[in-house]
């Protein structure tokens, strides 16, 4: 179906990036075959890297592979958890790393332009220089813009400011033609033929490379505060949620997390966590704009907490206690990593979390897998760690590798057929790339896969766009 | 291409909807002819009238009419303003008007259900009694629900809170097969699949028949206050607006409106306006949660504006002052209706908007024909009405007919072309329907428009669903 890249078509990619943007060496290809993803069995090596510095680049490359039939898998910062950028078909992979420049800053429509390399680490501080807030924070800081808009990654503080899609007004798109088609623009608003723009977020590369967006900001809260709140069990942990909102108050996020993982992350990390009461705790972390209100804020928070049941409250109410207890949140994923098979990101409405995170401590009794499982309460996003590990007496007690994988499997089975009763999805953030594609039809309906099928052939009539992911044709 | 309906098909329609609900009496036919636009040359009547009353009726009918190749043109309150809901080539008008129930209120989740035919009028009571808050606010609340969703409606409100398209968590659509997808749930994250829900949201009905929505609600705020702030000229009043943003001023709304209309809403309705100053009001819409907070947001507010030039502000600080202001806003296009031929929808980015409605100045002046612009300042969002008449020293002057049915085309044309050059759509919150469709170009690039064409291909193989509407297949 697709043909095999040829020594004219190195040459042409040479010419259009220039030889030293072209990569053959498979010790360098190496690199390039692999996400975040834990399992190396989805690993697949690209027959030639290419890193475009333009859009022009971008749309002579498609342009070129489209005639050839060469699958093109574009590549960002490769911090996905689910294959999304591995280039199952082999082929090009279309690294965007070097158009990294933010192209513009406009405060006056209160929007930056960035290009699709542009990495977070660099994204935030610009915008913060403008005295600008971008909302939303996925996990991994060396995710690019481009990524993290064709996955539409979330993070915790989706709870106040809702996802990335929320902020993306324009996107500027390589169809596999090589036409560049200019999506939205520094619009709050459009009712103006079908939504292309909002289509193209979370499509993971399958429909065209993303080369530009065009990024809404919001002013800048003036402060934000954590509370660390250790309960006795998740139930009273989760039911303080509607509580919080039903009392008007929205914090920037509500995160979940079990005891056990804390612990480990202290240890891994050498911080202290302000609490060891309990077996489950909330970060709720609030934004305000006066000390004043911060401290009502707080508050009441505290109040509601306690009359959920909360055993305490700690605010972490400078910079450096915040800082820390924010650290460890962030940490925890890589003070497992080395025992993670597999993160999974069901996202449920709100109100199911505490019963599918108890169908998650059940699974992993039946199954005598360790299943920690942590994640954003207020918005409903679970993020149950699948381990090649049983958790015991506060030990980690590997598993062997014959055991973990019938049970992988079985794992994800469960919990997807929990997810699908609770009319959740499997995925909330992180995108379906290869991992997820066996189980979408659990969730969605035959006809609407059917239907996207159909777009991704009207897009990509030739399948040449990160082929053999999210669905097969 | 599409056939004609026949007494069969008629009968089928009446086992399905019961006698009573299958209209073809052309007295009564006629009011299913046109929507809100005011041009009769766009009427066009059905050949029958099918009133729905449950997703099941939904489904068959429109598995009916594609097997016999009828077209079907969805109605909800026929609110709209470019002919979206008109049966352009006959055929059934599927009225959603029965199916006005509100399906479930989740406190837990903050989100309401409701099925299509619910008008707004009764959709804020009862969202209201539940202490919570639908932001987005278009005009007219005889609107339904389906019709707000397919139109991706905004309104006034959109600065603070976004559009439609931000509240829609999931939708229950009927295709043109008769199958019936659930699109999104009681979600705040999905990055599963393409994403049908938002492409569905704004599709104008020629995708998919919504019957039912999963809508996000939030904790309403306490209070809300409206500014009043006249200023010599234009310029001055939108120059305000990126103050206040940047002084981290989020309004409801800000909205800008000229002295001249005022003055004719103000005899129209035998209603004061609370101020006769300058050529042009700006009107702010502020909440907050404490009278405190209030009051200080309206300090800095008339501090900010008073620095850019206003001439005075008034604060509309008691309930009725404030619904007195609010009413003359809401009934300006009723108060010209009569000489109105058209509105305008045209979104430009924020800085765009005094340049544009310059530019609108100067075409009213070239044309010799009245062009009140009003609309939502921080959204970019500009309502121009093409009148029927001239305005001069206080008095409406209507123009003879072959004279403004000359203008009309070219003022159309002037418009969007600059609307294009700065870098807007034709359409911000009204859609495209018949009367926007010749303009679509304008906009948008033949790749995306061919894009779109593609995917109503694969919804709708047939065409059956709202022919000729957006753009020709």
Known sequence: MFNALTDRVVRELK????????????????????????????????????????????????????????????????TGLCGGCVPASGGIVLSLERMNRIVEVDRYNQMI?????????????????????????PGDETAMIGGVIATNAGGARAVKYGVVRNYIRGLEVVLPSGAVINLGGKLMKSSTGYNLLHLMIGSEGTLGIITKATIQLLPSPQMSRSL?????????????????????????????????????????????????LGSTYLLIICDASTEEQMDKLSEQVAAICMERNALDVFVADNPSKQQQVLEIRSKIYEAIKAHTLEILDIAVPRAEIAQH??????????????????????DGNVHTHIMKAVYEDGHIVPLPEEDWKNK?????????????????????????????????????????????????RTFDPNNILNPGKIFDL
């Open 228 to 276: 660390i709140i250790p309960y006795e069990n998740l139930k009273d942990a989760i039911d303080t949620v509607p509580e919080l909102l039903a009392k008007k108050i929205m914090p920037l996020a509500v995160e979940f997390i079990p005891k056990d993982v804390i612990q480990i992350t202290e240890k891994f990390l050498r911080k202290r966590w302000p609490s060891t």
């Open 113 to 137: 332009v960035a290009e699709a390399g542009v990495m977070l680490m660099d994204f935030y501080p610009r915008v913060e220089e403008e005295g600008l807030f971008f909302p939303p924070h």
């Open 357 to 378: 995170v108890k169908r998650v401590q059940e699974v992993s009794q039946e199954y005598k897998i360790w299943l920690p499982t942590f994640g954003h309460a207020a």
């Open 15 to 78: 010419k259009i990036v220039g030889e030293k943007n072209v990569i053959c060496d498979p010790e360098k290809k190496i690199d390039y075959s692999h996400d975040e993803f834990s399992l190396s069995d989805i690993a697949h090596e690209p027959d030639v890297v290419v890193k475009s510095n333009s859009t022009q680049e971008v749309s002579r490359i498609l342009s070129l592979a489209n005639e050839e039939k060469i699958p093109v898998t574009p590549r960002g910062g490769a």
């Open 408 to 456: 992988l499997e079985n794992v994800r089975r469960e919990l997807y057929r929990d997810c699908k009763e609770r009319g959740g999805v499997i995925s909330g953030e992180h995108g379906i790339g290869i991992v997820k594609k066996p189980y979408l039809s659990y969730v969605l309906d035959e006809e609407s896969i059917s239907l996207m099928r159909g777009i991704k």
